[in-house]
Structure formats: structure tokens, C-alpha cells
């Protein structure tokens, strides 16, 4: 009874093992996702400010010629 008792303890706990290193896996995939798009969204603004950026230079230099 008692040896029974202790697999199943031990059984559990490899089982929270194994989710907590499945938990893990997740989040460690979903954070490199989100560093993924939150790179694409810095290039993007980068790009954005960029162009603007030249943009402007390109129309003042218009404007003062």
C-alpha cells in the first residue's frame, strides 16, 4: 500500500515536471513570437521615421533652392 502510494507521488511529480518543462517550451516560444513582431514593429517605425525623416530634409532643401 504504502510503495503504491509512493509511485504515485513520484508519478505526479515527474508529471509536474514534464508540464512545468511543456509551461516552459510555451512561453519560451511565445516570447520569441513576440520579440519576432516587436522587431518587425521597431523596423517598421524605423522606416517610417526614416522616410519621414527624408522626406522632410528632401522638401526643405526644395523650399530653401
Known amino acids: 500500500m504504502m510503495m503504491k502510494k509512493m509511485l504515485m507521488k513520484m508519478k505526479m511529480k515527474m508529471m509536474m515536471k ?3 518543462k ?3 517550451k ?6 520569441m513570437k513576440m520579440k ?3 522587431k518587425m514593429k521597431m ?4 522606416m517610417m521615421m526614416m522616410s519621414d525623416f ?5 522638401f526643405s532643401f526644395h ?3
Do not use: A, E
Open 26 to 31: 510555451m512561453m519560451m516560444k511565445m516570447k
Open 18 to 20: 514534464m508540464m512545468m
Open 36 to 38: 519576432m513582431k516587436m
Open 43 to 46: 523596423k517598421m517605425m524605423m
Open 63 to 65: 523650399r530653401i533652392r
Open 54 to 58: 527624408f522626406g522632410r530634409t528632401v
Open 22 to 24: 511543456m509551461m516552459m
